[in-house]
């Protein structure tokens, strides 16, 4: 804990918690080990410092929670107005109402949830087909030397540099041509391609790394090149899959654009488009359009909730790779 | 086995890698190769898919050195790239160094995940509840501006030229829940602990400390965000499309729609995919200068 500011040599400190009484432990001054003179006169101060930590704690948490409350506000507010009809929307604006209407979640329901399973059926196929090329092409770039290696990796690398939008156009016309336009494919597809990209340069990172004694001596045990890659590197490289994994599921729940060109039937558009013509659709019916919006990201809040640490890396890689 | 570790040079070549790359390679130049070859070649054509194209060598380029709104568009991302590096990366880095002063571990992390749960939630329904915030009749801001009295205040703040681009921007205020929010975190967090408790020694206070030590040590990450932010802002049209579709009066009008609206609105592709080459090329541009930059820097400070 770098920052205590109150206390600057008390790196092993023993009050980090602002609640402990201060007596029993030793004060900054003696953690030197100064004599039991010094301790007990250095009391006062002790407990002086433990109560400035305090009020530090008390304004720059309260700083916090403004910024916390300020950035959370619309999804409270959505929360909060899904359980109303229109009348009570008007009525009591800014607080809860009673009885709380349930029934919006239904209706948003019907609407909503072909998106939902578009985007599951989208997202679970993107992740499935990128996973399998990626993890086979960074095996292979990461542990095997061959004529060519290097330039082909590159060639891969290289589409990193070019942003999903600038292929928007040609893709679009290639569909088309290929007469895939408005079916559930032409959206897995560019994610498929994407990942595979994303998904071949950091895993072959990751890959490269592990130590190839491991791999030695499971060839030494016989085991065959395909046999390596399934009980040996795919549970080895576990986290930076469910990295990709992670990255490729947010993607097909942010992507916009795509889906909003390629896609007519409705039940073919994923959350985004999909939630952007329900928003329109249902215009000043507050209740079963916020109940909609809530029903849109709870799968992602589950992600959140239960892969936080993957769901942030997922983030840092998401943006990162550009998209 | 042996043999070979002695002599990697002859060791025999694997041909079955090919193989286990072939699937890749070929999705690869189907799907991302050669759409990204074929808009920068039909740059120069004057594009009809399923017909005929000519070639119209720079046509289409000299189109777009007359084409006002896409000026404009670029005037709205020059404004969006200055707020983005400005106001959207201070309130972050308030965050951070707040959170960073916090005493107890427990009460950092129960601050940071609320701080970034809005990250959780799909971008869309971020833009699509920031539209309702501004609604004129029902939202929130006009609502809140009526119930302390200040009923003159309330405006059309997506429909009026003059604010729209600005309301578009604080979509998502205060902009914590972001990239530069953690990666200013995580710069603070790799401090070492000694570095503090030097400057602190040395009498250096809170404001003193944040200067000399702060952000110095997060100038690298500062960098990184910096060519992000230029990508990002480039491809910015999410919010555009959604909550007021370039308008009103092209106020927020941005390269992505202007692109889109060619393509899909006038139907010329081969100005569309002119477009598209031009956003890559600044991408490109922007990166591959950054990393020219970030090497010889770093080969300044070694040397």
């Not at chain 1, 009484?21 to 900054?28: E, L, T, Y």
């Not at chain 2, 992000?228 to 909550?243: D, K, N, R």
Request: charged share 15%.
């Amino acid at each position: 804990m770098p920052l205590r500011e109150e206390s600057p040599n008390a790196s092993p400190s023993p009050n980090a918690s602002p609640d402990m009484d201060p007596s029993p432990s030793p004060s900054p001054f003696t953690d030197t080990g100064v004599g039991v003179g010094a301790r007990t006169a250095s009391r006062p101060a002790a407990r002086n410092r433990v109560s400035r930590t305090r009020r530090t704690d008390l304004v720059v948490g309260g700083l916090l929670s403004l910024l916390a409350f300020a950035g959370l506000f619309p999804y409270l507010f959505m929360f909060v107005a899904s359980f109303k009809d229109n009348e009570q929307f008007y009525a009591s604006y800014w607080t809860p109402a009673w009885p709380v209407h349930l029934g919006n979640y239904a209706v948003a329901w019907e609407k909503v949830s072909p998106y939902l399973f578009t985007s599951f059926v989208v997202a679970g196929l993107a992740t499935a087909g990128a996973l399998v090329l990626a993890t086979a092409a960074a095996h292979v770039f990461a542990r095997f030397r061959f004529p060519g290696r290097n330039v082909l990796f590159g060639l891969v690398a290289a589409l990193l540099m070019v942003p999903s939008i600038t292929s928007l156009i040609p893709l679009f016309i290639l569909m088309r041509d290929l007469e895939i336009l408005d079916t559930r494919l032409v959206l897995i597809i560019p994610h498929i391609t994407g990942n595979t990209v994303f998904g071949i340069v950091v895993m072959r990172t990751y890959m490269a790394q592990l130590p190839e004694e491991i791999f030695e001596a499971a060839r030494v045990d016989g085991a065959g090149g395909i046999r390596v890659f399934v009980s040996l590197m795919l549970p080895l490289a576990r986290p930076v899959i469910g990295t990709v994994a992670l990255v490729t599921v947010l993607g097909v729940w942010n992507d916009y654009f795509w889906p909003l060109l390629t896609v007519q039937t409705d039940e073919f558009r994923t959350i985004p488009a999909g939630l952007a013509f329900f928003a329109n659709q249902n215009a000043q019916q507050w209740g079963p359009l916020f109940a909609g919006y809530a029903l849109a990201s709870l799968p992602l809040l589950l992600l959140f909730t239960f892969l936080s640490k993957w769901f942030l890396a997922g983030i840092q890689g998401g943006i990162v790779s550009g998209k | 086995m042996i043999s070979r570790k002695a002599s990697p040079g002859r060791r025999r070549v694997p041909w079955g890698v090919y193989l286990v790359l072939l699937p890749t390679f070929v999705v690869l130049a189907v799907f991302a190769y050669y759409p990204a070859l074929s808009g920068m070649l039909h740059s120069f054509y004057e594009w009809r898919p399923g017909f005929s194209s000519p070639f119209v060598g720079l046509e289409n380029f000299v189109t777009m050195l007359g084409d006002d709104v896409w000026w404009e568009s670029f005037r709205n991302v020059g404004i969006i790239f200055i707020w983005a590096t400005t106001l959207m990366w201070a309130f972050p880095l308030l965050a951070a160094e707040l959170v960073m002063s916090l005493s107890s571990e427990r009460l950092r992390f129960v601050f940071r995940t609320l701080l970034i749960l809005p990250l959780a939630f799909p971008a869309v329904v971020n833009v699509l509840l920031w539209q309702f915030m501004y609604d004129p009749r029902d939202g929130v801001i006009n609502s809140f501006l009526r119930a302390v009295g200040l009923d003159g205040l309330a405006h059309n703040w997506i429909g009026d030229p003059d604010t729209a681009l600005a309301a578009l921007m604080t979509v998502g205020f205060p902009w914590v829940a972001s990239l530069p929010f953690l990666v200013f975190l995580s710069a603070l967090q790799n401090v070492p602990a000694e570095i503090y408790q030097a400057a602190a020694v040395d009498g250096a206070g809170r404001l003193r400390r944040f200067w000399s030590i702060d952000l110095p040590m997060m100038l690298r990450d500062v960098k990184l965000l910096l060519v992000l932010a230029v990508i990002a802002v480039l491809q910015y049209g999410l919010q555009a499309h959604i909550m007021t579709k370039g308008g009103p009066d092209n106020a927020t009008q941005v390269p992505v729609l202007r692109m889109l609206d060619a393509a899909f609105l006038d139907t010329s592709w081969g100005y569309a995919a002119a477009l598209g080459t031009v956003l890559f090329v600044l991408t490109l541009g922007v990166s591959v200068g950054a990393l020219l930059i970030g090497k010889r820097g770093g080969k300044g400070a070694t040397a």
